[in-house]
């Protein structure tokens, strides 16, 4: 089993950056691709980023590319997103997942899955 633990969520203004962090225990050397997701109220978990531990190349959805970086430790246990120029459409629960697959996956079939951080982008 992978737990992973989101932390970082909180409530900022327009414009304003936040770091996400992603801290992964238990059997971390079965993941080789860690995601971020987020969901607003009323709509469907979305692919916001992902990193393949085996290329370190990421992907990114089209609505935080150029704004939204995803990196990790060395030491494989610990993912950031580091989101800049909030807007207050990218309110919502951001989730941390991972899964075995050796490549960037956009679909919210990951296997772990941690329980989220609230950001909320309000002036």
């Known amino acids: 089993q992978v737990q992973l633990v989101e932390s970082g969520g909180r409530l900022v203004q327009p414009g304003d950056s936040l770091r996400l962090s992603c801290a992964a225990s238990?059997?971390?050397?079965?993941?080789?691709?860690v995601g971020w997701f987020r969901q607003a109220p009323g709509k469907e978990r979305g692919f916001v980023a992902a990193?393949?531990?085996?290329?370190?190349?990421?992907g990114y959805s089209d609505s935080v590319k150029g704004r939204f970086t995803i990196s990790r430790s060395n030491a494989k246990a610990t993912v950031y997103l580091q989101m800049n120029s909030l807007k207050p459409e990218d309110t919502a629960v951001y989730y941390c997942a991972a899964d075995s697959r050796p490549y960037v996956i956009r679909s919210a079939t990951y296997t772990y899955w941690g329980k989220g951080t609230q950001v909320t982008v309000s002036s």
């Open positions: 990193i393949s531990w085996s290329d370190g190349l990421p």
């Open positions: 238990g059997r971390t050397f079965s993941t080789n691709t």
